[in-house]
């Protein structure tokens, strides 16, 4: 479980970070705010410390660090001009800052930070809009091209606001950072980069001219309520594009947990491949946000690479300490991942790459094939006679191989203890073309039924069908075999070899239905 403090947590935006921390399943220990509003943390963390001083919070930090607890991710949400400092605070106690926009107020400020992110510390922002996906939708829509945008955003605000610290142009940004700066990152997420800009600033207002990459976008914002197009104190909204108008008033209140998912989903690039069509041209492709670590492995036999992987991975590992790890492909990279996980017993899933040739001299084409049988049982007959089904899943549980048996609603609620079997691996039913590919990749079927004869049938595979007689004559022919408990354990499962399967197993039947009714 990841331990998170934050910093500023009586603000509008901090609630939204603490439901974060509670949907990526993490624990927050620590909270610091001169304000004690903040009853709404005992919904979610009735435990986390607080405190109204920074030196007091201060202590805290160093207290857990000394004790080997230091804090996995400090939050920011105290007021602009107080970015900077908050975040080399929570730099000194820990290897990950997130922190709200705008990052800091000043140029100089981003660069100095920039020099901080060395070794493993990293710095993060919400960029939720992002994540909106009227917004990712229009980013595919705009790869190329141009087009002109208009901005239009008035929110009304009270007496209250120039005697805050939002009114201070030197403690907020201005009207431009507090109130635009998620329209201009959304803008150029979708646009590109900005190449000159024009803008005029009033106390109450921000107007100017943009000029994207892909786009021209003119704006206004303003807190005055007498630019508001109506007499009600609610704020007006107006996005238009190339003469469209853009509606997205819904779907906001999940991104901010979508937003930690990402950050705390730590991507891992060893470089094995370094030529850039075969390394990082996907990551452009795909939008997938740049590795946290490169390992800088390049090129070498199988065991040197291999060999570093695993040294250059388990340091990552340690250092983040993951919950799980998630190895792509069959490369040697995906080996080293593995490897490095086990022995320090993370827990380990795989995402075959998906690229197959059919070419049975390739390893990754026989990797995981023919290792396991898969079994259905719904009959009544079958499963609902206790010492029937007791002693199927137990010859079952005696195979060579692992059985992958989806679970029935009939099946699942007469299985009185699953753990019984430690050689079936019980799962949740499955979609018809999930379940056809275990079929295709398996070693053989048992069942009791009509359809599953067929479909191993098609794919070659030798069937024990547990029934006295079956409405699929022709798969008797084609490896299947009826049968009861006790053939289970003699039954030998190899691929069977059928010259050609009967006539109208073509895969053309919706083609000759179409045909037939004209």
Known sequence: MKTFALIGGSGYIAPRHVEAIKHVGGDLIAVLDPYDGIGYIDKHFPNASYFKETERFDRHLDRLTRKGKAVDYIIICSPNYLHDSHIRLGLRYSDNVICEKPLVLKHEHLESLRALEVGNKKIYTILQLRLHPIIQKLKEEWREGWTSVQLDYITPRGLWYKYSWKGDKEKSGGIASNIGVHFFDMLLYIFGNCNAHEVVNSPTSSIGILQLDRASVMFKLSIDKEDLPWDEWKPFRKINIGGDDLEFSEGFTELHKLSYEKILNVIVHTDQHYDFKMSKIFFQDLDIPEPDYHLGIESGTHG??????????????????????????DVNSTLAGAIAAA??????????????????????????RDSYYVCTLHRPFN????????SILSKLNSLDKQVILPTH????????????????????????I?????????????????????????FKKSTLTLRSSTEHLITLSHGNQLGDIEDINSLT??????????????????????????
């Not at 022995?343 to 995981?368: A, Q």
């Open 493 to 518: 499962f190899k691929n069977i070899i059928i010259n050609k399967l009967p006539p109208v197993w073509d895969g053309n039947a919706s083609k000759r239905i179409a045909e037939i009714i004209g």
């Open 434 to 458: 999930d379940f056809i590919s275990y079929i295709k990749a398996c070693s053989g079927v048992i069942t009791d039924s009509g359809g599953v004869q067929c479909e191993a049938a098609f």
């Open 343 to 368: 022995k320090i017993n993370i827990p380990i899933y795989h995402i075959e790459s998906g690229c197959r040739s059919g070419d049975l001299s390739m390893p990754e084409e026989v990797v995981n």
């Open 409 to 432: 609603p009939r099946l699942n609620k007469n299985i009185i203890d699953k753990s019984l079997y430690t050689n079936i691996k019980f799962i949740d039913p499955l979609g018809y």
């Open 304 to 329: 040197e690479q291999t060999g570093k992987g695993i040294i250059e991975i388990e340091k990552v590992l340690k250092n983040i300490k993951p919950d799980i790890v998630i190895v792509y492909g």
């Open 383 to 390: 499963v609902d006679v206790p010492d029937r089904l007791y």
